[in-house]
Every structure is written in C-alpha cells, then in structure tokens.
C-alpha cells in the first residue's frame, strides 16, 4: 500500500507485505559496516549541542549464532534465493571467513533478493555504501541483479577535503561515497538530468553578450558538412556562397529571428546558439555538486547519516515518473520519503527503530502537513494494549521510545554519557514573566507497577528542579498510585494562569484513546522541517513559508 511508513526488520515488512513487481525505484542507505554508533543529536534553544545524543544504530557486526541462523534459515535454505546467490555466499564464507564482514553481507544478502523482487519490470535501484564495502557489495549485487543489468557507479563527493596528516594520517582522505545503480531488466525508466556548465567553460566558449538582451550565446557552423554528395543546397547568402546545411526558405526565417549573425562583410555567416537555451552538460558518474548538509542547514534534522535532499531529488527525478513507487528500505529519518512525497511519488518507508519512524512522522507533518491515519499509513506499531505489551516482551527499549513519541518527548534512553537516571523523556516549555526555560520529566514502565515508583518520580523531579513529573504505564495503576501521585501538588503557569498536577499517571490504553497528559502548551520537539508547497514537487526546490 503506497505512502506506507512501517516498522519493523524490513526483510520481514518486504515478505510479508511488499507485493512482487510493484516498486518503480528502490533507494536504500544502508549501514556501511563502518564500526561505529550513531547518534541523534538534539539541540537546545540556544542552538548549541544538547548532552542529550540517542543511539540511533550500531554500525558494527559479529558472528553470532543468529547470524549463522540467518545465513542458513534466509539465504541457503530458503525457496526464495536463487542458487546463483547461494553459491556466491557460501564463497564469501569460504574465502573472507565468518568475521564482521561477513556478518554484514550475510544481513544485506537476502534483503537484496527480496528488493529485487519487489521491483517491476522496468525499475531501478540505488544502493548508496561507502569504499568499507562496497567491492563486496558490487559483486552481491552483480549475483542477485545480474551483471548485464549494472549501469553506473556514481562517486558522490560528501565532503570537502580535509586533512588529517597532522594527526599522523597515513593515506588517502576519505571524501566520497559511492552508488550502485542497478535495473531490474534491459528496459528501464530515465530521464535525463542536466547539470550547470563549468563557469570557465561557459567564459571560453559563450564568450559573446547580445547587447539588447544581455544572452549570451556562440557561434555555430552553417556551412554543410559534404557538400553536394551529401544532397545540400548551394546558394548565396549575405555575399557568401556556400553548400549551406539548411535550404534558403530556412535560412531566410533564421535570419528574420535574428538568429544569424555576420561578424564582417565577406565572413562566413554563423549561428547564434543562446547558452539559456542548452539543456546544460548530461550528468555523468561523478557528482560533486551536491555538498554535504550544512551544520546550521534548516533540512538538518539531527539524525547523524542524514543525507542532503538534494541529492535523492536527482536520484528520484532521474529514475523514476510522477505517481511511481519509490521504496526505501533504511529509511532513518526519511529524506528519500520527504523527496518522493514533494516530487509527486507515492512512497513506502521501513525503518526498525521507533526513534526513526518517530522522526519521520514529524518530518512528514512540519514540510506537507500530512497527518497519520489520513495522509498516510503506519503499520508496526502497536494500535492497543495487546501490540504494545507484545513490543514491551520483544524489546523494551523500542517500547520506551514508542511510548515516549505518543508524547512527542525527547527520548532519553540508551544515552551517550551515563544512564538514564530515572528519566525515559524529557518535554521542554517556556514559563513566566522572562519565558524561562522549564521541562517535564517523563517514566516509562512496562511491567508491573506500584506506589514506590511514584516516590522516585517525585524525587527525580526535585532533583531535576522538573516542574512536572509524567508516568506512562501498561499496566493500570493502583489505588496507591494515583494517592501517591494526588500528594504532590500543582505547578502553577503564570504564564497561562492555569494550575497543573505536578505528578500525573496515564496508561498506554489513555493515550491511545487520546486520553492524554494536562500540559502547558510547548514547541515541538523535532527540529520543524522546511516547509513544502504544494506546487514545489514540480518545480524541485524548497521555501519556507511566510511567518512559518
């Protein structure tokens, strides 16, 4: 179902609900093997980095039994591979043994033959990876597409140049990554991008100005190559007799339009070419016009592998037609997503972290105003009591981060510098005469629950100089519990005049019944994406709206 967000492992999203050939372009980021974590970087008002980094993912690899599990269950045993991908990975293991990178081609193996599967007849993929492995990743793609239908590797210049010798380099700067294109068949869809031409080029070969217009233009070449054996006409235009590549009928039309020029008497007329009127240079493998996103960029949304949306526009418009699918896989923070839904496409999205899939929904709300259930579909996440206590069993930490997003709260779990001190989430507001900064703490407890976890809220609330403590539970609360709770007073708004309990308790069920936290009103948590006009997916380009 096109503009579908979902959550979960995308290979069992693509078997278990992605049909066969009804993806026009697939797009997927995946991790790089780079050995490293990501984090989501929020930031305070002030704009400086906030101490509040969420792991987004882990970027590293081992084998492990589940590993070999999947290399046997997914790839050898299942009726899905082809054996051509079995004998390939099965050489893999042979030749580079069970390691970190083995690992890692072991996960991208079968999602790749499923990728493959979903794709129609005539569509494409992109497969965007870094020098890690992407020798690895060329010859898996090679075995699952079919090397007859590899296009182009394209180099993508990310960053500028550093270096990095001072600090005892000793190789290479690392500044690109790289992208596989790869087509289902022989038969595909394209359409030709153009890129600016070099200023140097545009000052060396359209160095003449019309004066009344200010276009710059060349000077083209009349005169028919051939000759009389070639069939071209012979005549005399402004003194000049040549064999001419156009008849004097045409030529007598180019010259009423101004399109011809004679630079002295006796000279061979020439051909005014207007540079505005070139599509520019067709773009080749190497792109180094699309720079890196900006630290202050108003695209840049915090989520550390977040790539310039620029750069899936061209992918998109290149490769795919108005009202095609277009898949992402990895989608993170769903810029491939937010290209698709501006340049008309339909969409599908599949990330495995709640964090992400968080991230987008606000992402799809602050640039198209698009609302969950009505714009677009999510499926993955828990819809009542049931899902939710099925996701706390099979991973409390995505639990928690879910349960935190029903709130639109900053996630704490999982943080970069210590634990999480008895905080899961933190909403941040402006009180007061001076509107100074306050915030909610926010608990999350999925098992059983009882009076004394209340206490400890309230003292995470005086040691945080909170004004407000919110408890999210599954389970309902006692009769304790809510005493507990009624004991802890109001906070009072000047700001609004309005008193709040400083201790509150809702349940999962409350909040999916809309049933939420009374709360001072507050900014959104998510940096607001740039906002998208209706009119700009055909025209390509970004415009915040006036007083957004």
Known sequence: MPNTLYYGDNLQVLREHIPDESVDLVYLDPP?????????????????????????????????????????????????????????????????????????????????????????????????????ASHYLKILLDTVFGKENFRT?????????????????EQHGRIHDVLFFYTKGNSWTWNPIYTDYDPEYVNKFYKYVEPETGRRYRLGDLTAPGGASKGNPHYELMGVTRYWRYSQQRMQHLIDAGRIIQ??????????????????????????DIGPIPSQAKER????????????????????????????????????????QKLGRQWLGIDITHLAVALLKSRLKTAFNLNQGKDYAVVGEPRDVGSARALWEQDPYQFQFWAVSLLEAQPQGEQRRGADRGIDGIIYFVDG?????????????????????????KGVVEREKAAMGLFISLEEPTRDMRTEAASGGFYHSDLWQQDYAKIQIRTIADLLADQGFDLPPRPPMYPAAPRVRASEGEQGALEELAGD
């Not at 050898?76 to 030749?95: C, S």
């Not at 590797?153 to 380099?169: F, L, M, P, V, Y």
């Open 301 to 340: 949304l915090g989520y550390p592998t977040q790539k310039p949306e620029a750069l899936l526009e061209r992918i998109i418009n290149a490769s795919s037609n108005a009202g095609d699918v277009v898949l992402d896989p990895f989608c993170g923070c769903g810029t491939a997503v937010a290209a698709a």
């Open 263 to 288: 630079v002295k008497p006796g000279r061979v007329p020439a051909y005014k070419r207007y540079l505005d009127e070139m599509p520019g240079v067709a773009l080749q493998d190497i792109w180094n």
């Open 433 to 457: 005469p001076r509107r100074t900064p306050q915030k909610l703490v926010v608990q999350v407890k999925g098992g059983r629950v009882s009076s004394p976890q209340i206490r400890d809220l």
């Open 32 to 132: 790089f093997n780079s050995n490293a974590s990501y984090n989501v970087l929020f930031r305070e008002k002030s704009g400086e980095d906030s101490p509040a980094q969420i792991k987004a993912f882990t970027d590293t690899w081992e084998w492990t039994q589940e590993t070999e599990r999947t290399f046997e269950q997914d790839i050898i045993l299942h009726p899905g591979t082809p054996a051509a991908v079995k004998d390939m990975i099965a050489a893999f293991r042979q030749f580079i043994g069970q390691n970190a990178m083995l690992a890692y081609l072991v996960m991208m193996t079968p999602r790749l033959v499923e990728l493959r599967r979903v794709l129609k007849p005539t569509g494409s993929l992109y497969l965007h990876c870094d020098p890690t």
């Open 153 to 169: 590797e394209i180099t993508w210049k990310r960053t500028s140049a550093h270096n990095d010798t001072k600090q005892g380099r």
